[in-house]
């Protein structure tokens, strides 16, 4: 089946370091790869995607590149705010029954904390 | 503006009385899920809708029901809730391209 790995956290950080949080997958078949960021009391929201290998997702100064030869995609930024303090999902939507739309398997989060 | 609507945010039960989460969207959307989330275990899918009368199970169904009698709303029925269930809940729908638009939560607590 479908999993997905994200690198172990708590990740503490001070502002304008440079950041890095693992994501490795497991899938049958070409998957769509996202990166979802939940805030604090909030629900999750889309941070960036890649729909096919070599793809490089970006929004908000966050990237990930979808590199199928090491099934990875991790985030990275150059400089972090204390405002990206949040926790950050991995995740992959695989084609299912023929459509568009994809189930998606979730790793476990990882809880950034930025401080000034 | 577009947004997926649960309710309630929060609530705490006790065990074996009968509560129903209501979901809501207004996109339009023809898939909707639901997911839980636990500490270390990220999201982990219940229940999933293809469209009108189309539902599914997802990878935790046990102990949940779900319909969809119209293309907005997706509920999420606990019949007999168990402490187990105590755990944050999201509604999501989403749009053709895979990408899912997710409610603010609903927090349950079952004694």
């Known amino acids: 089946g479908n999993s997905v790995t994200q690198m172990e956290g708590p990740v503490t950080l001070s502002e304008e370091a440079f950041l890095t949080i693992n994501c490795t997958y497991t899938a049958t078949g070409y998957p769509s790869l996202f990166w979802y960021v939940q805030y604090p009391g909030e629900g999750l929201q889309l941070l960036l995607k890649a729909t096919k290998a070599d793809d490089k997702g970006s929004n908000k100064g966050f990237e990930a590149t979808y590199r199928k030869e090491t099934t990875s995609f991790h985030l990275e930024k150059g400089s972090v705010q204390v405002s990206d303090s949040a926790v950050y999902f991995c995740?992959?939507?695989?084609?299912?029954?023929?459509?568009?739309?994809?189930?998606?398997?979730f790793g476990q989060g990882t809880i950034l904390t930025v401080h000034p | 503006e577009a947004q997926v609507t649960q309710n309630p945010r929060y609530l705490i039960t006790v065990t074996g009385k009968k509560l129903t989460v209501t979901c809501s969207q207004n996109m339009n959307h023809e898939y909707m899920s639901w997911y839980r989330q636990d500490p270390g275990l990220g999201l982990r899918q219940i229940y999933y809708?293809?469209?009108?009368?189309?539902?599914d199970k997802g990878d935790v169904p046990e102990g949940y029901k779900v319909s969809r009698k119209e293309k907005r709303n997706f509920p999420l029925i606990l019949e007999s809730p168990s402490p187990n269930q105590t755990s944050l809940y999201f509604c999501?729908?989403?749009?053709?391209?895979?990408?899912?638009?997710f409610g603010e939560g609903s927090r349950l607590t079952v004694l």
């Open positions: 999501a729908s989403s749009s053709i391209t895979g990408e899912l638009f």
């Open positions: 995740a992959l939507s695989a084609r299912a029954g023929g459509t568009s739309y994809g189930k998606l398997t």
């Open positions: 809708s293809m469209n009108v009368e189309v539902t």
